[in-house]
């Protein structure tokens, strides 16, 4: 047999060679890899000099050719199989969607990521990263500006998904103890933006802009290529640890207000929160009134520890938020309810009932005090 000819030697040595990067880097595997960020992910990783190969899992087979797919629902425990001979696993399957049945999405988020983290032990995986959210601080009126990434978890499972992340970040801070040997990273993003569907991406929907009398809100996004290169600093461990991630700094309510061109509505806190909270509760809305808390004060990050480690986000708040106002052009939503283009006429009608509701459950609540006296 003839010998290869010189070139293809050569390139078959660089190939293979240990000083290759992609031949040292690691094996990364994906969930949630078909689509949003996970498929973002997927391309980015599988495009990287530094990575030498990408598990991709997900319930249907994305786009991602150079990929090696494997086709089963993150809670199926024959996931270790598909895990083994991984070094990183990133979990990105989570059902956030506000259409979702609460108790449904629990089951899903919350024993998959249980599953996920087993199945990564038990295959010799050495690090997990879970995406969570900076929602998992809480939106509190006392609230540092920003806050740092040891800052107190505070939130309640009041909002929109926040019971499971919060799960999810006990399920993490745990699973290094019940399995010695397992890094797990934790990566926060702020509000996500760039093919996000989320009661804080609805509220730049509405008509006008709700702002509950006496509050402070501080808004800080963040685009999920900037999230996409954060998860691949935790992937590469040039950072590790409980990590926040958004663009720097943060724009006052008046300042979103003056770029986005929509006005506001003020009301007084007992409206706002009670036409909330009685309009999910008749099932007109998607979003419980825990959401609101979010548009109220502020949750800002400081992810110090990306940018210690070298990370910079490539989008400023104004930039992120003009991309936002782009994507929900033509949208209309009131209360956090999506409209159809018949209900949208009217939207300034119910944006108007919801202060009305509010106001007459305080009237209720006031007469019955009345009649006690």
């Given amino acids: 047999m003839s010998s290869p000819d010189p070139q293809v030697r050569a390139a078959r040595n660089q190939s293979t060679s240990p000083a290759s990067p992609a031949a040292r880097g690691p094996v990364v595997a994906v969930t949630g890899a078909a689509y949003g960020v996970g498929a973002l992910l997927t391309e980015q990783l599988a ?17 991602c050719a150079a990929a090696q797919w494997h086709i089963l629902d993150v809670r199926d425990p024959a996931i270790a199989e598909k895990l083994r001979g991984a070094d990183v696993v990133v979990h990105l399957a989570l059902d956030l969607d506000l259409e979702t049945d609460a108790a449904a999405r629990t089951a899903y988020n919350v024993r998959g990521t249980q599953t996920v983290l087993t199945a990564a032990a038990a295959a010799g995986v050495h690090r997990v990263v ?35 992340l919060l799960e999810i970040e006990r399920l993490a ?20 933006v760039g093919g996000t ?14 702002v509950v009398a006496g509050s402070r809100p ?10 996409c290169s ?38 007084p806190s007992a409206v706002a929160l009670g036409a909330a909270a009685r309009l999910h509760r008749i099932g007109l809305t998607p979003s419980p009134a825990g959401d609101l808390a ?47 283009r018949k209900d949208a006429t009217a939207a300034g009608a119910a944006g108007a009932t919801v202060a009305l509701l509010g106001a007459a459950a305080v009237v209720r609540r006031a007469r019955k005090a009345r009649r006690r006296i």
Wanted: overall charge negative; charged content about 30%; some cysteine.
């Fill in 197 to 210: 569907d989320t009661a804080l991406t609805r509220y730049f929907e509405s008509p006008r802009l709700l």
């Fill in 47 to 63: 495009a990287s000099d530094e990575v030498k190969q990408v598990v991709a899992i997900d319930e249907r087979r994305g786009e």
């Fill in 294 to 340: 979010y548009t109220m004060y502020p949750w800002v990050v400081s992810g110090s520890r990306l940018h210690d480690a070298g990370w910079r986000p490539q989008y400023t708040n104004e930039e992120v938020l003009a991309e936002l106002l782009e994507e929900v052009s033509g949208r209309h939503t009131v209360a956090g309810r999506r409209l159809g």
């Fill in 230 to 267: 954060a998860l691949e600093y935790a992937v590469l461990e040039k950072v590790d640890g409980e990590l926040a991630v958004g663009c720097d700094g943060w724009l006052e309510q008046e300042e979103v207000e003056e770029l986005s061109g929509i006005r506001r509505m003020e009301l």
């Fill in 130 to 164: 879970l995406c969570t959210s900076a929602m998992v601080y809480g939106a509190l009126p006392d609230n540092e500006l920003p806050l740092s990434e040891d800052a107190e978890l505070r939130a309640t499972a009041e909002a929109t998904g926040v019971g499971d």
């Fill in 218 to 227: 501080a808004w800080q996004f963040c685009h999920v290529e900037d999230l």
């Fill in 173 to 192: 801070r745990r699973a290094p103890r019940a399995h010695p040997g397992l890094n797990v990273t934790v990566v926060r993003p702020a509000v996500l």
